[in-house]
């Protein structure tokens, strides 16, 4: 707070320094039906390039500048996103996906996101974003009994995952899965023990009778069998029960050939891993970049985007009788309405 306190200041001169400078383009408000068609095209830049873990969908539009260029205009916008139900590997679409409730622990992405719109076509040219859970504490006021997400390498929730595997493998399939990836795990202790996870399988190479025989390394399928499923497990123990009981139940996808491959080698290279970002031990987190001089194109547009937001301070000063500089843009009506919560 202290430290706001002290860059307030300093932002807001450099703020009025800077609006002579700032391009004058046309205001976009945040809830237009523009900024929504330009946050759908950057939605899905955003779910192809990442990976792991689970799909997000649009929240909120957060902010919008829209800067004319010699052929076109560019677009910054700001985006507030959720996490929804499906993996990322999910051929499901993102708006028949459910967005992951607040009792389940929720995690927010905010993302910067840069686009041009040429001939009323709207393509990323950058992104940056960042991912945090929703607080414990914000699940435990709607839901004092829901604990929050367990570490995705914590040793109950790996062991619950191992055996729900199993489980899955012992069915009446003849196909072989193996574990493609980790997606939550949650631990509710108390008179018995319970640990529910989500996870991704993904088909092998090998059938069932050829992993039992120990004979073959058995790899992803990525032929065109390639094909995963997201799976939900959960393995209770009773107190002093002797067994856990296992249940698990898979959704199998469709063959989606090349999309193993995408995902082992993206076309589009990924940033590496930001050093400054923290990252969590208990989701996937949501940070890349791509294409072009990353940090001085995010920086322009966190100044621009800072700017608008400074702005609006200014106007805010205005109607407390403060003087107000005398180039302040019209501003946009942002942020946008939340769709979800
Ligand atoms: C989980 O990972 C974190 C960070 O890598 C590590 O500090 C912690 O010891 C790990 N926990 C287990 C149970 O392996
Ligand atoms: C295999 O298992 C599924 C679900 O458990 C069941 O619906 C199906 O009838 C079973 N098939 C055979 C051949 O047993
Ligand atoms: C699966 O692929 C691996 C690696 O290519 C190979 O060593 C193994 O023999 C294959 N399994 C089967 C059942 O063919």
């Known amino acids: 707070m202290k430290l706001l306190i002290v860059l307030a200041p300093l932002l807001l001169c450099w703020s009025v320094a800077s609006f002579p400078h700032r391009p004058t383009g046309r205001v976009v408000n945040c809830d237009d039906a523009e900024a929504h068609e330009a946050a759908e095209v950057a939605l899905q830049y955003i779910n192809v390039h990442h990976p792991t873990g689970y799909k997000f969908t649009l929240n909120r539009v957060e902010n919008v500048a829209v800067v004319p260029t010699a052929s076109g205009e560019i677009f910054y916008l700001e985006l507030d996103l959720l996490e929804t139900k499906c993996p990322s ?33 709207f393509t990323p040219i950058s992104s940056r974003c960042k991912s945090e ?112 009981d296992v249940a698990v139940q898979c959704t199998v996808y469709e063959p989606q050939p090349g999309k193993v491959t995408q995902v082992g080698a993206p076309q589009v290279p990924l940033a590496p891993p930001q050093t400054n970002v923290i990252r969590s031990h208990f989701h996937h987190n949501l940070h890349h970049s791509s294409l072009g001089p990353h940090s001085s194109e995010s920086n322009s547009a966190e100044h621009l985007l800072l700017a608008a937001h400074n702005a609006k301070h200014a106007v805010k000063r205005s109607l407390t009788g403060e003087p107000v500089p005398p180039n302040v843009p019209i501003l946009p009506l942002c942020p946008g309405r939340k769709i979800h919560f």
């Open 89 to 121: 590997i999910s051929p499901v679409p993102v708006n028949l996906c459910d967005v992951r409730p607040i009792i389940e622990q929720a995690v927010e992405g905010d993302c910067d996101i840069k686009l041009q719109k040429l001939n009323g076509n």
């Open 133 to 244: 859970l929703d607080s414990a504490e914000n699940i435990r006021r709607v839901c004092p009994q829901c604990s929050p997400l367990a570490p995705l390498n914590d040793t109950q929730v790996v062991h619950a995952v191992d055996v729900s595997l199993d489980k899955f493998n012992g069915g009446n399939s003849t196909a072989f899965y193996l574990l493609h990836e980790i997606g939550r795990g949650r631990i509710q202790s108390g008179i018995s023990n319970s640990v529910h996870v989500e996870f991704v399988v993904a088909a092998s190479n090998c059938t069932k009778n050829d992993a039992s025989s120990g004979l073959f390394a058995c790899v992803e399928e990525n032929g065109d069998g390639a094909h995963f499923g997201a799976c939900s497990g959960s393995v209770v123990k009773n107190q002093g029960a002797v067994d856990e």
